[in-house]
């Protein structure tokens, strides 16, 4: 599903509206905007000659381009208004044709250049049109309408860098531009740069205040930035405008939940929840999760807190709740509990693939394997710690004779069966398995694995007795400075870079130390390393 919002008259010429881009509306965000980027190509002019036989063909041909050249005896314009009428009557080519022989005339003249990239894009002819468009700017820079029909152009090519920076040229030259700030916005939403986008869709609002579909976008955005009261506010002007789609009504009720939430009234957030939500509402304890994950996820810590020890009284043998909200509070803890880790990822294992990898945008798995294959094209026995649904398998596949993966929760386990990669699959914590195989493997691959660990002290030493010597061990970490390791409001524990390299210096030389960021959290990048080490013979 996509629009295009745009005003009713959409021929070229001085003063037309460029379309917005193509965007889906909030809740099937997909990948709505072309991959194929248009190459520029040049735009052959034709010869002063066969203008001269065009033009005679034309007035034989269209009583209407007779009468407009007997009324205007400069060709160029008659042209033109040719041009405009044949695009007005649906003949697109006839209005290339009829621009490209005005532009031969006078080629210094900026509108006709806009008006042949309006008529290029629209028979599909988006390098041509990206051409014709740049030389109206090389003509007229001021222009602001040129500059947005360009930065359009280039959304469709994938060139978001420059695409945004001729999204700016056209708020510059122009602040009142709805159209730019409208589609710059759907643009940095699209790059999940959620405040930025939110004051755009702001601006557009704005400037239009019927526009429904601003409204309905900066309430996403806001709502995906962690601004609840803003969203429920944007989500209401929508209502207003048009009827709410599914997933926006059920942000509305969340978000003013939310906004509830952050003043520490749990039964009130509940009620606002039910009054909008009605009988398509979430379950209390679904909605109070999600709000525990977000709130703390946008730093909100007291409000999470408080909905964290509401959940617990409420089920007090929560392992997850209580583990996340042991890290939320603080508290001294070296390793996340296996029950937690069990009933966490058995609850996550059918999503995993889909909120890690396409929301959270993490790719370490492929990342961390292609840094081991520098220093390995292939080992006998490689041992994949911690394989969650087998994110890693296809790539180790490559380096590996034999691939095992372990992991504690069978949730997991099943999805990476479904692979079928692996020659085993076991369930087990991470360090009594490395333990009881003893100069086993070549390889150990633990890709965010160390991230539920705080003291790596035993992992080290049960990998070194896992490993043969000269064998690989390959991880990932979440970074902290100031401090050995540290436990995230998230679960997560991260690590000094540098500790982790004097710790592994006992038995291993540091082959690889990376600094990457490793997926998205509250919608800002985690920073991270990826590290290769090598046992010492």
Known sequence: MAFTRQSPEVRPGAGSPTPAPNCPPPGVFADAIPSAPPATRPIDLPQAGKVALLRAELRRSSPTFAALEAADPEPCRALRRFGLL????????????????????????????????????AVGQA????????????????????????????????????????????????????????????????RRRYAEAARHLADALALVPDHAMAALCLGQARYLGGNFAGAAEAFAVCGALMPLPDTARRNL??????????????????????????A????????????????????????????????????PGDPVQAYL???????????????????HFDAFAPTFDEKLVGLLL???????????????????????LGCGTGLGAAPLSALAGRLTGV????????????????????????????RGAPQRYDLLFAADLLTYFGDLAPLFAAAKAALRPGGLFCLSIETVEGRNYALLPSGRFAHAPAHVVALAARDFATLEDLAQDLRLEGQAPVPGRLLVFERRR
């Open 127 to 190: 390098g041509a049109a990206l051409t014709a468009i740049r030389r109206a700017l090389g003509l007229a820079p001021d222009e602001a309408r040129s500059w947005l029909m360009c930065a359009n152009l280039l959304v469709q090519g994938d060139d978001h860098a420059g695409a945004e920076a001729a999204f700016r040229q056209a708020i510059l030259r122009d602040p009142a531009l709805s159209d730019a700030h409208f589609a710059l916005g759907l643009m940095l939403f699209e």
């Open 325 to 343: 909200l042991d890290a939320l509070c603080g508290c001294p803890l070296t390793a996340a509990p296996v029950s937690y880790l069990e009933s």
């Open 362 to 384: 993490y790719r370490v798995p492929q990342q961390l394997a292609a840094l081991a294959a520098r220093h390995r094209h292939h080992c006998a026995d490689v041992l994949d």
């Open 86 to 121: 044949e695009w007005e009557a649906g003949r697109l080519a006839g209005a290339v044709e009829a621009f490209t022989a005005a532009l031969s005339l006078s080629p210094g003249d900026a509108d006709l250049w806009r008006d042949l990239a309006f008529a290029f894009q």
């Open 253 to 278: 009720a969340r978000a003013r939940a939310f906004t509830a939430l952050l003043s520490g009234d749990v039964d009130a957030a509940l009620a606002a929840h039910a009054a909008i939500a009605g």
């Open 280 to 315: 398509d509402g979430e379950e209390d304890d679904s909605l109070l999760y999600a709000a525990f994950s977000m709130l703390s996820a946008y730093g909100h810590t007291e409000a999470a807190i408080a909905v964290g020890r509401y959940r617990l009284a409420r089920q």
């Open 407 to 434: 992991d504690v929760a069978d949730g997991m386990l099943a999805e990476a069966a479904k692979r079928g990669l692996y020659a085993d699959l076991v369930k087990a914590e991470a360090v009594d398995f490395l």
